[in-house]
């Protein structure tokens, strides 16, 4: 008697504890290549490593928000700044693994190297459960980047007529020293200030480091910041010619040569180019 | 036997406890749950012969500080269009205090009727280095044109909490940029390149909404009868509220007063 109502109580907590797993992580993958994230795994991994800053709830109001500048990304919104896709668009899933594989340079989001591929698609999966965005509407296809022009002087010289033409020295300044004229009163969606690139600083961009990365960056704008996107405002010629003028400004870069080769297909391939140079390998 | 009956049911009482722990995404299911009301929305009904209006006039009382002067200094063509400086917007008032640029609209009582946008786009131009209209009104889903008729470039950035958020730049002589909006809310748009530019979109499932006139007058027309809560919202001196019933054919008189 005793002993068949303990098996109904063992069978119950086993339909309870399962209720509760599935209750908590909505079904969510993410597909980088051939891996397959998976939303429940992911959670997992999220708590420990990225609950801190993110936040329980991925708003971006974890414990150590208030010290940490620039803010954590508040995925409930799905507004990112690194992405292959138009403005206003979702990232691909691949866009987001880019990101959690390079971090983001100048903030506190390190590179997530020391968690393997399969682990890091797992986190994209369920940082994706976190808008319901991602559950409405599906990214359009990446912005094509078309193969590169010769960088001569006069693509240079066409390039720093854009800049003056498009406004792009009234936040980041004449010289590209990220001290134009409003440079000072920008701030992002959540109202924090937020400094326009110093191009002569030398540092790697946000969202990558290559040519095909600031093609992209131009194109793309980077969401949730002052900057905009130009795909409707210039030709696929027109961007080239403002990422050469851009490239002249970074006097102090020191991966130019890196940056040269253009980057091809393969989906995690990309991850030994972005490695490189991990600039928060001691947290690890 | 006893005891370990007596620990397995604490187990079980943990479990309940924490299947009954709330979910974590719980702020990405309030927006959901907002965006599936939305698309609930059941098919429209015609107003009928009975429509009634809402109309009236909101003012503000109380010490205004004189309209601050735009420096447009960061971007010469700008200067060049306003040889004397053009004075901040964000305060419009006439005599009396009747003030300029507040949305009023019907805030509760529309139900789940929905309502087919107007086939016309909402314009919304980047005039001198300004925005023209300042505040604009329209309905969820309408297309809406932003045009750039100034000899610079302006970035369009809306800063909205429930729509998608982008940020596209238009250079001189630029074609019209098409976007919508599909949820309800009140956008505040920025050119962070000119940061003196600020403008308002406005953002309805109903057609109920009004902006006040220079007079401060308002109308909201072929209003159906029935029980309303109309709210009146200013850029920089928030929101009131009032109940109103209305019953066919009737024109309900409402004033709106900021008391700041």
Known sequence: ?284 | MGTKTRYLHLAAATAIALSATPGSPSRSAAIERKSSAAKAASSGHSEGHEAGTVSGTVRVIGAQTAAARINMAADPACLRIHPTPMMSEEVVTEANGALKNVIVYISNGVGNRSFDPPKEPAVFEQKGCSYSPRVLGMQASQSLQIVNLDPTSHNIHPVPQNNREWNIIQPPGSSPIAETFTREEIIPVRCNVHPWMKGYIAVFKHPYFAITKEDGTFDLKDVPPGEYMIQAWHEKYGVLTQKVTLEGNQTKVLEFVFKP
């Open chain 1, 1 to 284: 008697m005793k002993r068949n109502r303990m098996k109904v109580d063992i069978a119950s907590i086993l339909v309870l504890l399962f209720a509760a797993g599935a209750q908590v992580t909505p079904a969510q993958e993410s597909h980088i290549g051939g891996i397959t994230g998976e939303a429940t795994r992911g959670r997992h991994l999220y708590r420990r490593y990225c609950v801190g800053c993110h936040g329980p709830l991925g708003d971006g109001r974890g414990e150590n928000a208030p010290w940490v500048d620039p803010k954590p990304r508040d995925f409930v919104t799905g507004t990112f700044k690194c992405r292959s896709t138009p403005s206003g668009e979702l990232p691909t899933d691949e866009d987001l693994f880019k990101s959690v594989t390079r971090g983001l340079v100048n903030s506190n989001m390190p590179p997530w190297l020391p968690l393997t591929e399969q682990q890091r698609a797992d986190l994209v999966a369920y940082v994706k459960t976190f808008s319901s965005r991602f559950r409405e509407e599906k990214p359009s296809a990446p912005v094509e980047v078309p193969s590169e022009p010769a960088a001569d002087q006069q693509s240079i010289q066409r390039g720093s007529e854009l800049y003056q033409k498009m406004n792009c020295w009234s936040c980041h300044g004449k010289e590209g020293h990220g001290d134009g004229p409003s440079a000072q009163t920008l701030v992002d969606n959540r109202g924090y200030p937020i400094p326009p690139f110093d191009f002569s600083a030398g540092t790697r961009f946000k969202c990558g480091e290559s040519n095909q990365d600031l093609y992209r960056i131009l194109m793309t704008g980077l969401d949730g910041t002052p900057m905009p996107s130009s795909s409707s405002a210039l030709t696929p010629a027109q961007t080239w010619d403002l990422v050469h003028y851009l490239r002249a400004l970074q006097i102090n870069a020191k991966y130019s040569k890196a940056s040269s080769p253009p980057r091809t297909g393969g989906s995690v391939a990309l991850n030994k180019q972005l490695v490189r140079r991990p600039e928060h390998a001691d947290l690890f």
